[in-house]
C-alpha cells in the first residue's frame, strides 16, 4: 500500500510557475514508476509526466519544454516543476504510484492548479 499526498497546487497568471509536490509514505524507489496526471473539468484524466524506478523521465508534448519531473528519495518525493503557465494547464492535478508485478496502481487525493489569463 501506498500514500501519496500532493501540495503546491493555487492560483497563478499565465506564465507564471508552481511547483507541485508528492510525498509517499514509502521509500519510492520501491514503486515501479511515479506518475503525474491532470484532469481539466469536463475532460479526461490525461497523463503529462513520467519518472521510472531507474530515473527515466517522459514528458508529454503539450507540456514539454514547460514541465519537468524529479525527485528526491530523501523525504520521499516526487515533484512537478511547472513553468509558462497557460490556462489550458488548469485542472487537478494527481499523482500516481504504479507498482510492479501487476499490482493495482495508488493515487493521490489531487491538488488544484489555476492558470488565469
Known amino acids: 500500500q501506498v500514500h501519496l499526498v500532493e501540495s503546491g497546487g493555487g492560483l497563478v497568471q499565465a506564465g507564471g510557475s508552481l511547483r507541485l509536490s508528492c510525498a509517499a509514505s514509502?521509500?519510492?524507489?520501491?514503486?515501479?514508476?511515479m506518475e503525474w496526471y491532470r484532469q481539466a473539468p469536463g475532460k479526461q484524466r490525461e497523463l503529462v509526466a513520467t519518472?521510472?524506478?531507474?530515473?527515466?523521465?517522459t514528458i508529454v508534448d503539450p507540456v514539454k519544454g514547460r514541465f519537468s519531473i524529479s525527485r528526491d528519495n530523501a523525504p520521499n518525493t516526487v515533484y512537478l516543476q511547472m513553468n509558462n503557465l497557460k490556462p489550458e494547464d488548469t485542472g487537478v492535478y494527481y499523482c500516481?504510484?504504479?507498482?510492479?508485478?501487476?499490482?493495482?496502481?495508488?493515487w493521490g487525493q489531487g491538488t488544484q492548479v489555476t492558470v488565469s489569463s
Open positions: 500516481k504510484a504504479v507498482m510492479a508485478n501487476y499490482s493495482p496502481s495508488w
Open positions: 514509502r521509500n519510492i524507489f520501491t514503486i515501479a514508476a
Open positions: 519518472i521510472t524506478r531507474g530515473g527515466s523521465t
